[in-house]
Structures are given as structure tokens and as C-alpha cells.
């Protein structure tokens, strides 16, 4: 167990590291004698965690993502959300709370364009747990594999967009805007002609 303690704290300052200096000299620009460096912690020992930079750049991410989830507190598949409209502005009211509250974590993510290739896998799972949701949903319209991908893309670009432009609007109004102009039109799109009470809303 301490072991494991051991491991789990040098893996967090390293991830902490080159997140710090990659926001200063950029991904593609850091090595990772630098990031070692930055951690205070041996060369070689890196070697021990990790292979290479990019190893360590997926494991931030996929890091972050599982932080998501649990800030989040996703529905579990099959559990029914009695108001989903609502559901998704308070889940999206909390999704920018946490990019605020992690803001260079999320820079580093979503603006620097040399690690772009992390945010392949990372959306790809979103995508999987975005459509589990949608599941249940009737598809005649638009099959939920199609729904989900387009909610968790129009998700991250608009948090790029929030980012780039210095948190311009509040967490509370991203929600509302992510709510209103990605997730509602695409859940009514989806749920047109079937019974209210099949759809929650």
C-alpha cells in the first residue's frame, strides 16, 4: 500500500510538472528532463512510470476525464432521469465550474495544439458514456451514436471557445448556453412525435 502511495504521488507531480511547463513553453517544446526537473524528481526514475512524454500526457488526460465523471455524477445505464433538460443545465453548470476551478489543466487540453492527439481517446470515451444516456431514447430520427458524438464535440468546442475567450461568461451561463443550444435541440430532435412521459421531459 505505501508503495502504491509512493507511486501514485510521484506519477500526480509529474503529470503537475509538465502541465506547468507546457503551459509555458508549449507541448511540443518540453522534454522530459524539464518536467523532471520541474518535479524534483529523478531522470531515470521517470523511466520507471512512464516511457515517454506522451505516455504521461494520456495519463494526465484520462486522469482529468475520470475526475469528470466523478464530479459529474453521471446517471448510472438504464437509470431514467425524470427531467433531463434540467439534469443536463446543472451537469453543464458544473462541467464549466470545473474547467474554472482547473483552469490550466484545461488550457494545456484544449488550446495547445501540439497535444490535440490526446483528446482522440479521451473523446471518444465521452462519446461511449454520452450514449449510453441517449440509449434509451427512441431513434428514428437520429441514432444515438450520432447524437452523442455531436453533443461531446460541440461540448468541447465550446469550451475552447470559453477559454480563448478568458471565461467571458459564467459558469452558470455556459450551462445555460450549453443546454440550450447543444443538448436540447438535439434531445427534442431525437424524442419528436414520441409521448412525454416516455421521454422524461
Not at 22 to 34: D, V
Not at 98 to 121: C, G, M, W, Y
Request: hydrophobic content about 40%; overall charge negative; proline content about 4%.
Amino acid at each position: 500500500m505505501a508503495q502504491d502511495k509512493r507511486i501514485r504521488r510521484t506519477q500526480k507531480l509529474l503529470g503537475e510538472a509538465l502541465i506547468k511547463v507546457a503551459l509555458e513553453k508549449g507541448y511540443k517544446n518540453t522534454t522530459i528532463q524539464e518536467v523532471t526537473d520541474e518535479a524534483d524528481i529523478g531522470y531515470r526514475t521517470y523511466f520507471r512510470h512512464f516511457n515517454g512524454l506522451d505516455e504521461l500526457l494520456i495519463q494526465v488526460a484520462q486522469d482529468r476525464l475520470d475526475n469528470f465523471y466523478e464530479v459529474l455524477d453521471l446517471p448510472l445505464p438504464g437509470e431514467m432521469i425524470a427531467d433531463p433538460i434540467s439534469f443536463f443545465r446543472e451537469t453543464g453548470q458544473t462541467l464549466f465550474r470545473h474547467i474554472q476551478a482547473n483552469e490550466k489543466t484545461f488550457r494545456f487540453l484544449l488550446q495547445d495544439d501540439s497535444s490535440r492527439f490526446v483528446l482522440e481517446p479521451v473523446m471518444t470515451r465521452a462519446c461511449e458514456k454520452a450514449e449510453i444516456l441517449l440509449r434509451e431514447l427512441p431513434q428514428e430520427n437520429i441514432p444515438s451514436g450520432v447524437a452523442a458524438n455531436h453533443i461531446v464535440s460541440s461540448a468541447f468546442a465550446l469550451m475552447r471557445w470559453w477559454l480563448e475567450n478568458d471565461f467571458k461568461h459564467s459558469p452558470e451561463k455556459m450551462g445555460d448556453i450549453f443546454t440550450d443550444l447543444i443538448v436540447k435541440p438535439t434531445w427534442l430532435v431525437m424524442t419528436e412525435g414520441t409521448p412525454v412521459e416516455q421521454t422524461g421531459t
